[in-house]
Structure formats: structure tokens, C-alpha cells
């Protein structure tokens, strides 16, 4: 369920807290419910979920498109989210900001079309998880460094493992 929804710096990117039923077994999270979502505002039609696991220090990165609603979650360990306005003709081109996402906070990040999003795994090991309003397809995808310089993002990291399509940030 959803205990608290907040905006944040970014225009349309929402910070989304869940509760969690706790006991001496653990803890019983429900991560998605449609009406629930819908009753709070968010008319977001998810058609797919994907996920990555990734160990320490692997930085995964800056990607997105410019029709897809992403809402992510981190169901174990911990990373370091930076979502970037990457919108070319508005005056927040580049503006970002960084969330801590993890098992134990159980946040959600929703990010709008337009945004690009990567993430730092911070813990030995964290699955990156997220729902998607459209099918994955490569060609409508952007991509920056990490480390793009126009963006000037602060990472926890001076050395992270990167794919080569990251080494590369091959740009919009």
C-alpha cells in the first residue's frame, strides 16, 4: 500500500513510499496495486516489468526515451538513483536529482517520458527493478555518459564497472 506520495525537484518525477506489514517472520510488501495507483493520481497504464541484479560498484546508465513511464523500485539492497530532465527544448535540460533506493526504505521512483535515469549499486549486491508503460524498443533510446560534464551529476564512485555501452555514452 501506499503510505506517502511527494514531488519532487523534478517537474512530473514523484517519490513514492510504501508500507510494509512487519512481523517476527520479516516483512510483506505489496508494491503495485492498479486502483490504488490510479486513487492517488497516477494514470499510468504499466505493460512491463523488467529487472536487473548487479553487484557493488556497477554503474548502469544514463538511459531513457521519450514515451516510456518508468516506476522503479529497489525489492533488495541498495543504489543510488539519478534521474536527469533530458527534455532538449526545455529550460530544465539537464537539471537531476539522486535518491537512495533500497529493501529497507522500500521507495519508488516515478519518472516520466523524457527523464533519464541511472544507477549506482551502493550494497554487495541490489536488484534494480521497474514497470514500464511501453515496450522496450533500442532505436527510441538516448543515452549520456554517466560522467557527461554538461550534467555535472555527483556520484558516490570515482571508478565505476561499466557496460560498453556506458564506457561509451553514445549521446542522443
Not at 527523464?115 to 532505436?139: C, M, T, W
Request: hydrophobic letters at 35%; glycine letters at 8%.
Amino acid at each position: 500500500m501506499i503510505k506517502k506520495i511527494s514531488e519532487t525537484s523534478l517537474d512530473g518525477v514523484l517519490n513514492i513510499e510504501l508500507d510494509a506489514f512487519e512481523d517476527h517472520r520479516g516483512a510483506y510488501v505489496e508494491t503495485y496495486n492498479l486502483k490504488e495507483y490510479k486513487k492517488a493520481g497516477i494514470e499510468v497504464d504499466f505493460v512491463q516489468d523488467d529487472f536487473s541484479v548487479s553487484r557493488r560498484n556497477v554503474l548502469r546508465g544514463l538511459h531513457g526515451d521519450n514515451h516510456t513511464w518508468k516506476l522503479v523500485s529497489c525489492p533488495f539492497g541498495k543504489y543510488y538513483l539519478v534521474v536527469v530532465d533530458c527534455r532538449e527544448k526545455r529550460a530544465t535540460f539537464g537539471n537531476w536529482e539522486a535518491f537512495t533506493v533500497s529493501d529497507r526504505n522500500r521507495r519508488q521512483i516515478l519518472i516520466p517520458p523524457g527523464f533519464g535515469n541511472g544507477h549506482l549499486i551502493v550494497s554487495e549486491q541490489a536488484i534494480f527493478q521497474y514497470k514500464q508503460s511501453d515496450y522496450y524498443a533500442p532505436r527510441g533510446q538516448f543515452s549520456y555518459r554517466w560522467d557527461d560534464p554538461g550534467f555535472n551529476i555527483w556520484w558516490p564512485v570515482k571508478d565505476p564497472i561499466l557496460s560498453k555501452r556506458d564506457e561509451a555514452g553514445a549521446y542522443v
